[in-house]
């Protein structure tokens, strides 16, 4: 019951931690100029497909990929929305 204990107590700080990120990011994203926001989207683009070839070639969870698809995804339209 310990280690379930623990791996809950890990789990919910990574959350905190997550949003955390997650909120300074949507703040630094609205802040940047357009012309950036558009190269950030390219950049961005690129390393998710290296970020993507990781996880498909590793043993990884599939709600680990699908939370990578999904926040990838949330993030690019941020950046292009600004």
């Known amino acids: 019951m310990k280690d ?3 791996a809950t107590e890990r789990i919910c700080d990574l959350k905190g931690s997550l949003v955390a990120l997650d909120a300074l990011v949507t703040a630094m994203l609205h802040e940047l100029p357009a012309e950036t926001r558009a190269r950030l989207g390219q950049i961005f683009a690129l390393h998710a497909e290296v970020a ?3 996880l498909l070639n590793t043993p990884t969870s599939e709600h680990t990929i699908a939370a990578f698809e999904r926040d990838a995804q949330r993030t690019s339209t941020m950046i292009e929305a600004g």
Do not use: K
Request: glycine content about 0%; proline content about 0%; hydrophobic content about 35%.
């Open 4 to 6: 379930l204990q623990e």
């Open 52 to 54: 993507r070839t990781v």
